[in-house]
């Protein structure tokens, strides 16, 4: 009878060692489990972030590209622009002797008329008492 208990005890540890590694093993797997789970919602949250940024890249590219068109344009006017006032510069170089010689011959015909026109008269001398 003796033994019959020993062995039933020896039986017995043994289940419970067994049921103990099953518990254990099942806790594990089960954390496991949990653990992937979330791997897997996180994995496609960043999924979804990833195509949003790439989303945003492409409208970031195309504005890009049409800022680069703008300062393109923006750089061509303002050459034109330089361009234009370098040809008034020059221009108004050239016209200065120009318009100097004008005056200066516009000057010498108002002269010679002032000079062809007759002195006013002189004022008679009663004129001047009544004044």
């Not at 060692?17 to 099942?26: G, P, R």
Request: aromatic share 4%; with cysteine.
């Amino acid at each position: 009878m003796w033994e019959l208990k020993i062995f039933e005890n020896e039986n017995t540890s043994e289940k419970f060692s067994e049921l103990t590694k099953d518990t254990v093993f099942y806790r594990l797997h089960s954390q496991l489990l949990m653990e992937q789970t979330h791997l897997h919602k996180k994995v496609d949250l960043l999924k979804q972030e990833k195509k949003k940024l790439q989303e945003d890249l492409v409208l970031l590219k195309h504005h890009l590209k049409d800022l680069n068109v703008i300062c393109k344009d923006q750089e061509e006017e303002t050459s034109n622009l330089k361009t234009q006032q370098q040809q008034v510069g020059c221009r108004s170089t050239q016209l200065q002797p120009e318009l100097e010689q004008d005056t200066a011959q516009h000057e010498s015909h108002l002269q010679k008329e002032l000079l062809q026109q007759e002195p006013p008269a002189e004022p008679h001398p009663q004129q001047i008492t009544d004044s």
